[in-house]
């Protein structure tokens, strides 16, 4: 089920990236971000307002999730307008797969630990070739 | 074009970090507060980037019409998004959460593509396929799916 999910949010965050371009032709980059952060707000205050209690003794950067997504956006804005759509994709995917990799074999976080073993090593080629694929053919 | 590239591999990494961080946050002040903290952050960072960029407005060239409402909906699609990820995060490696995730945009990209304009292409769809493989030989054998996955 979780497999399922994170498959159907793949195919959500495709249309997301189609719609939020359309905003961004329309008002321009930085506008754009703004306002895709503040309908979402709009969207989620009624669900979520509740009071939080800020002296759980958690760690300050648990609350930088937001903040980090941000960079995403801009990094990937200034990656996407000027690479291939492929070869930004590919780079993309691979720091995305680096950075799974490096948080499951070392625990980070509090995750179970998965060892890169001989599995992981084979499944990993085939993302390389795969991606390769995607690079120079598609 | 190799800092450019550099900066679409970091891309990567933060896209990874910041929903590893929210689903942390959630297990002190739950999935519904993190997504709003997630929102309430990142609405901030991007009214920063907005003023520290120039404020730039592009007015659009047409007035908005009632036709272009759906280009505002990506933010409830960013909602939808960031909460299935900080849920869905315990539950998952991150290295299959991450493979899903690409194969769920790659393939309605190319559904999406072939609607549209009628082609499609064999190198993403062999490279979904092989990348499809490459998960499938990845997942630890007899693992149930509903299992939090937290090392304590």
């Known amino acids: 089920m979780p497999e399922l999910l994170s498959l159907l949010s793949g195919v959500i ?6 719609v939020n371009a359309g905003l961004q032709s329309l008002f321009g980059d930085s506008v754009a971000v703004m306002l895709i952060h503040l309908v979402g707000l709009i969207c989620i205050i009624p669900f979520a307002w509740r009071k939080i209690d800020l002296h759980q003794g958690i760690p300050w950067y648990f609350w930088s999730g937001g903040l980090i997504g941000i960079l995403t956006i801009v990094f990937s804005n200034i990656a996407f307008s000027s690479l291939s759509m492929t070869l930004a994709t590919a780079a993309a995917l ?3 797969t680096a950075t799974s990799l490096w948080i499951d074999t070392a625990g980070i976080l509090g995750s179970r630990k998965i060892p890169f073993d001989w599995r992981r090593i084979i499944s990993l080629i085939f993302i390389l070739a795969g991606t390769g694929a995607i690079v120079l053919w598609g | 074009m190799g800092m450019i ?3 679409a591999f970091i891309s990567g990494v933060t896209t990874v970090l910041s929903r590893t961080l929210n689903a942390k946050l959630s297990e002190s002040i739950g999935s519904k507060s993190s997504t709003l903290v997630n929102y309430i952050v990142g609405f901030s960072g991007a009214l920063l980037f907005f003023l520290v960029t120039g404020a730039k407005i592009n007015h659009p060239a047409q007035p908005l019409t009632v036709r272009d409402l759906p280009y505002f909906s990506g933010g409830l699609l960013g909602v939808i998004v960031v909460f ?10 991150a290295y299959s959460m ?4 690409f ?8 559904a999406f593509d072939f609607f549209k304009t009628g082609t499609l292409s064999t190198g993403k769809l062999i ?3 092989l990348i499809t493989i490459g998960l499938f030989i990845s997942n630890p054998p007899k693992r149930k799916s509903l299992d939090r996955q937290s090392a304590t």
């Open chain 2, 84 to 93: 299935l990820a900080i849920l869905l995060v315990p539950r998952l490696p």
């Open chain 1, 94 to 96: 691979s720091g995305q």
């Open chain 2, 127 to 129: 490279g979904g396929i």
């Open chain 2, 98 to 101: 991450t493979l899903l995730l």
């Open chain 1, 13 to 18: 965050i495709t249309i997301m990236n189609g």
């Open chain 2, 103 to 110: 194969l769920g945009q790659l393939f309605s990209g190319i």
């Open chain 2, 5 to 7: 590239l550099i900066l």
